[in-house]
């Protein structure tokens, strides 16, 4: 872990609350992370881990309250749109991965820029940037999006979002719907971000890789963040094997 | 019919085709961005082509006038909502400053330069541009009034909205203009002949026109990042948020583009037919069947669309010109039947 325990942490939710009408999502949740720091949530369906990161993003349905703090750097940005938090350093890697299907990879990559421009930077050097990580989506980057397989879908996904240069990212299931193979590559991809200094919020149904790569996590049930704690010390916990680690093994 | 008459009537065919084909794109475009029926898209074809009609007979273009007082409105808008917004972030004072300026200053300095030129002697094209910077904010600010503050909504409750502009703008329409009709002056006297056609100077013009504006419109989606950001907004809503390109932002794009298209394609029919402040809505109605045809989806569809109603109307106004409009609209009904056993459900968003 790069970063120690006394540093100030880049993002943190107060008593976060969602609700989609009268039914609450998520009740009260207080979590943070530090740069270089990978966190996971994990937990059974349902639990309202979506709704978490759709809260802090600011992209929750039109139908979805939040409440709560979001604090990025020490200032709350509940209220800002989704545009200025992207500007300030976030991105979320939704679950169904969003990518505009009918354009070429390099667009999908170039959009993910969109709110980025700053003297002497041009998109090209975040094109090169991506395809070191991806050198697979160099090969490809003239093909649509839509006839990508999975996993490339979901580089691409993850490139989108590095584009803007953020400096907390947020994926989504990332592993939803990937063949072992490539699950293992994605979660390879993830672990190296940590040496970029981008801290990295993970949410993962497959609560074994997710708790493999991170340094700390929280257990979200039905609402309610029931048990945290560092990710190894997780990996032991009786009660998570048992729950979430237990079947196969 | 011989084969001279068979010619005129494609040759008149084309040219309207070219003109649905610009108002059909622009259709497709607001449609796909915002999921909006653009049916104020007709008055912009008035308001283009009376306007035009005022500057080549030395009258004030009174549609500044209506550009001062819906950007008032829209001024008054925005600031509400920066006001609403005050308990939880300080006044976004730069972006009042710029809502001054485009939405306040901005039609002022369009009226003084409508005072201060002799427009009357200028050429077409400028008349023409003059005429775009008046009706290009004027779509924008429609957008920021009408329809931004429920983006939202459902594609019919935009439509009831969208109806309500265009009854809005109708009554507008008739308070500047009047209910006088007028044409501009001819693009051109020059004419030619191919083999036993006469080709008139006008719908060479009206095509190259058309032509190269659909050209535009597909290097301008193609090449830049606006026209990306545009094309993405289309594909996946959430994924443009995503990356940054807000809802609103796009929204004003299309209106603009669709405004400027609307007053294009109205200053490209004014000099051959008289234009009314109500004419628009059937031209632009006929935009819109090509557009269906195209399911309000796709840019080729809806022009090879435009086509065919441009041609449909001219052979029938020859054979059974009474029945003329009823043959043209009657054309949806096959178009729908056809798209609803092809697609698939469930594509509302």
């Known amino acids: ?249 | 019919m011989d084969f001279s008459i068979f010619a005129i009537l494609a040759q008149d065919g084309v040219t309207n085709g070219a003109v649905y084909a610009l108002l059909a794109m622009a259709l497709v475009l607001v449609f796909s961005v915002t999921r909006i029926i653009f049916l104020p898209q007709g008055e912009f074809i008035g308001f283009g082509a009376l306007t035009v009609a005022a500057l080549q007979s030395s009258q004030f273009p009174r549609l500044i006038w209506l550009l001062i007082g819906i950007g008032v409105l829209t001024f008054l808008v925005e600031l509400g909502s920066a006001l609403r917004q005050r308990r939880y972030k300080p006044l976004p004072r730069r972006l009042l400053m710029w809502s001054v300026i485009e939405n306040l200053i901005y039609p002022q300095f369009i009226w003084l330069l409508a005072h201060s030129f002799d427009w009357q002697g200028m050429p077409m094209a400028v008349q023409i541009l003059f005429t775009l910077a008046i009706t290009v904010p004027l779509g924008i600010m429609i957008y920021r009034v009408a329809f931004q503050p429920m983006a939202e909504a459902s594609v019919l409750v935009l439509l009831i909205v969208s109806v309500g502009v265009h009854f809005a703008l109708l009554g507008m329409g008739l308070f500047i203009f009047g209910p006088e009709g007028s044409t501009t002056h001819a693009f051109t006297e020059w004419s030619t002949a191919l083999g036993e056609m006469p080709v008139s100077g006008q719908s060479v013009v009206v095509m190259a026109v058309a032509g190269s504006l659909i050209g535009l419109l597909y290097l301008f989606f193609d090449r830049t990042l606006y026209g990306k950001a545009l094309r993405a907004t289309a594909v996946n809503r959430k994924g443009a948020q995503l990356v940054g390109i807000g809802t609103s932002q796009a929204g004003r794009m299309a209106f603009g583009l669709a405004a400027g298209l609307g007053t294009l394609a109205g200053t490209l029919i004014a000099p051959l037919n008289t234009v009314g402040y109500d004419t628009g809505f059937v031209v632009a109605l006929k935009g819109f069947v090509a557009a269906i045809v195209g399911g309000l989806a796709s840019y080729p569809l809806a022009a090879a669309g435009a086509l065919l109603v441009g041609l449909l109307e001219s052979y029938s106004s020859y054979w059974a010109s009474a029945y003329k409009e009823v043959i043209v609209f009657t054309l949806i009904i096959p178009v729908l039947a056809w798209r609803s056993l092809t697609s698939g459900h469930g594509d509302e968003e």
């Open chain 1, 1 to 249: 872990m790069s970063a120690d325990n006394n540093s100030k942490p880049v993002l943190e939710t107060r008593n976060l609350s969602v609700r989609y009408g009268k039914v609450e999502a998520l009740r009260a949740t207080s979590i943070s992370l530090r740069a270089g720091e990978i966190v996971t949530v994990i937990g059974p369906n349902g639990a309202g881990k979506s709704s978490l990161l759709n809260a802090i993003m600011g992209a929750l349905p039109s139908e979805g309250q939040a409440e709560g703090e979001v604090l990025y750097q020490g200032q709350d940005v509940s209220h800002h749109a989704i545009e200025l938090r992207l500007g300030k350093g976030l991105a979320l890697v939704p679950e169904k991965r969003e990518l505009f299907t009918t354009m070429t990879v390099e667009d999908n990559l170039v959009l993910g820029a969109y709110r980025r421009r700053k003297a002497g930077w041009s998109y090209r050097d975040g094109l090169e940037g991506i395809y070191a990580v991806f050198p697979r989506l160099k090969e490809r980057r003239h093909q649509l999006a839509g006839t990508m397989s999975g996993g490339e879908r979901q580089m691409v996904a993850i490139g989108r979002a590095l584009m803007s240069d953020p400096k907390v990212l947020m994926l989504d299931e990332p592993s939803l719907g990937l063949a072992p193979r490539v699950m293992a590559e994605v979660f390879q991809v993830i672990s190296h971000l940590r040496d970029t200094g981008v801290a990295t919020l993970l949410i993962e149904q497959n609560s074994r890789a997710a708790l493999k790569v991170s340094d700390y996590g929280y257990v979200l049930e039905v609402g309610d963040v029931t048990l945290e704690g560092k990710a190894s010390e997780l990996a032991r916990n009786p009660r998570v094997i048992e729950a979430y680690l237990g079947a196969k093994h």
